[in-house]
């Protein structure tokens, strides 16, 4: 194979995916702005709502206000998975999905950061007074796709051996 032939078949095929969680997180997001009153909550199951919050820090609330350095780390971490697609073969399914989930997520919650000033955050489960903090789709694409990330170097891992 041609060097030429391997660059069209690498990993930044997987954007396309990055893009479609984009788009799925920041859509739900707006339908939480325009139709939810600010901690509003809408119970759907006895262990799970729908509840509007604001986060102004990362996971669990935790860097709250550096609202900016919070962006340029995103910003940070997006190129690097995006120089790790393009380095990648286009056929490392499990590793470009799991870097595109990763992606897909930051970019989401970048996106709030930069024109909210806030993640907007409403997927609320608790088991009786046990509460998990509410979080979003773009939450969830960054830890499914760290785990699969793990997962496909576990494997790549088991394979040199």
Known sequence: MSIHYMK???????????????IVDITSKF?????????ESVNLLPFFSI??????????SILEGQRWML?????????????MLYRNPRLKKL??????????GALG??????????????LDVNFGD????TFNIADCAICIGIG??????????????
């Open 8 to 22: 069209k078949e690498n990993g930044l095929y997987w954007l396309l995916f990055a893009i479609i969680v984009f």
């Open 31 to 39: 339908f939480i702005v325009n139709n939810f009153l600010l901690f």
């Open 51 to 60: 509840t509007y919050v604001r986060n102004i820090g990362a996971a669990f």
């Open 71 to 83: 962006a340029v780390v995103a910003m940070i971490i997006s190129g690097a998975i995006i120089y």
């Open 95 to 104: 590793e470009n999905f799991s870097l595109s989930l990763i992606l897909g």
């Open 109 to 122: 919650n970048l996106f709030d950061r930069l024109y909210h000033g806030f993640v907007v955050d409403f």
């Open 130 to 133: 046990w509460h998990y903090p």
């Open 148 to 161: 699969l990330f793990i997962i496909s170097n576990f494997k790549k891992s088991k394979k040199i051996k």
